[in-house]
């Protein structure tokens, strides 16, 4: 017996149908995810760092063992659809509550990229005020309110941090010049400089761009302003994230992971899936209505 006949209606649902998912599968691939992952608007950021250090006021003085609390503050002061301009800070005070280092400044950050945008801000910086979403084991320039001046961060290894696979990168700078940092010392600006070497490690989840660890050591010194020499140490350091820091950014991690995942990646496979499905369910209405012949599972 020939099956039915099938109304010309319902292939064209199921067209309509597949065609309506795969849509769906390439607004949330191209557009919905990567405009979800973009640095909030009223973006805000606090974290805790403990340092240990070797310190003196002056070339002269005597070195004095110290532990130190460091704290960055990211807070966005005002965006657009594109950018954040956030004031980023850096504080860094002894057990005494007497300061040690202190700097902070304007950043125009690209919301899409993290990058630090030309023109905006209170100085002319490039590189990235924070790493990108889905980050490439490559090289990157660093400039954000950790150091006064730009690091330049390149890949290292892979490494397991929380159940999650993350890139860790090398960061290094030499010669930075933070005398405005340390212009509370009696000698700087005024007769002397003051420039850090840097090296430090960071633990960023590759899709969230998130950091989840950090740490590095450095040193400050006086530079002779007429000549550029390098004269004594006075700051010597080692920092790194607190623990308490370091859980809250893994939780931050795990979220805009799991986000930028479900957008980007799980919610298009479904879509596309599902609409191909509906495309080929549609293809054999059709060639059921052109050949009078039955489909499987179809009423005799």
């Known amino acids: 017996m020939h099956a039915r006949p099938v109304p010309i209606g319902l292939s064209r649902r199921w067209l309509l149908a597949g065609l309506i998912l795969i849509i769906l599968a390439v607004v949330f691939k191209q557009w919905l995810g990567p405009w979800a992952e973009q640095l909030p608007t009223d973006y805000s950021s606090v974290t805790n760092m403990s340092e240990t ?12 063992a110290n532990s130190l609390n460091v704290k960055r503050v990211d807070q966005t002061i005002t965006s657009s659809s594109s950018y954040n301009l956030v004031e980023g800070s850096v504080h860094a005070y002894f057990d005494s509550g007497d300061m040690n280092f202190e700097a902070s400044g304007l950043y125009g950050v690209d919301r899409a990229t993290r990058a630090n945008l030309p023109g905006y801000g209170d100085s002319q910086r490039s590189g990235q005020y924070l790493f990108p979403p889905h980050v490439k ?62 090296l430090g490690t960071a633990w960023v989840e590759p899709i969230s761009g998130q950091t989840l660890d950090y740490e590095d050591r450095s040193v400050s010194y006086f530079v002779e302003p007429a000549t550029g020499a390098r004269l004594a140490d006075f700051n010597q350091f080692s920092e790194k994230f607190t623990p308490e820091t370091k859980s809250a950014q893994l939780k931050i991690a795990r979220e805009a992971r799991f986000k930028d995942l479900a957008l980007e990646t799980w919610l298009p496979v479904v879509f596309l899936a599902c609409g191909l499905a509906c495309l080929v369910r549609a293809g054999f209405w059709l060639t059921r209505r052109k050949t009078g012949r039955a489909l499987p599972g179809d009423p005799a």
């Open 53 to 64: 250090n070797r310190f003196r006021n002056t070339a002269n003085a005597n070195w004095q």
């Open 137 to 198: 084991p490559g090289e990157y320039t660093i400039w954000d309110p950790f150091f006064l001046g730009p690091r330049q961060a390149a890949y290292a290894r892979t490494e397991v941090v929380g159940g999650l696979a993350v890139y860790v990168f090398e960061l290094t700078a030499s010669g930075l010049d933070e005398t405005a940092g340390y212009a509370f010392l009696a000698e700087v600006p005024e007769r002397y400089q003051a420039h850090t070497d840097v």
